[in-house]
């Protein structure tokens, strides 16, 4: 052996530490990324919900079909109703231990006020029962 050469046979050996810098790069981004997104995922939508004494409930029976046009126009079974009749009428139903089902029928462009006012007029009376409607949409609408 000669003095100042090495000895460098076998395979090169594996480093003994781990280099943390590419993994503290990485986190950095990604924290730097999710600050940004963070407030981009928590919108809110501002609406002026209707005012109403409700509470949730549950009971089926024969179904009495209320009607509300475009125009606020109550039917009941396709003929023309006040709200006063309805509600006299569905108390009378009400009181006699055979509370109806209400399945309500309401115009897609009708305003949001006028369909929680009827909900609440018939829940009042004590139907404990109201089901909604609805046209099922066409196969791939948007």
Do not use: C, W
Not at 73 to 78: A, M, T
């Amino acid at each position: 052996m000669a003095f100042g050469q090495l000895d460098r046979g076998g395979a090169p050996q594996p480093m003994h530490e781990i280099n943390v810098t590419p993994l503290v790069d990485v986190m950095l981004v990604l924290l730097v990324v999710f600050i940004i997104a963070a407030p981009l995922l928590t919108h809110k939508v501002k609406l002026n919900l209707p005012k109403a004494t409700a509470q949730p409930s549950s009971v089926i029976q024969k179904p009495l079909v209320l009607s509300l046009t475009k125009d606020a126009q109550l039917y009941l079974d396709g003929k023309p109703i006040g709200s006063a009749a309805l509600q006299t009428m569905l108390q009378g139903l009400v009181a006699a231990n055979t509370p109806p089902t209400v399945e309500l029928r309401a115009d897609g462009d009708l305003a949001y006020q006028h369909v929680v006012r009827l909900m609440a007029l018939v829940q009042s009376t004590g139907v404990t029962k109201l089901s909604f409607i609805t046209q099922p949409e066409a196969v791939g609408a948007p």
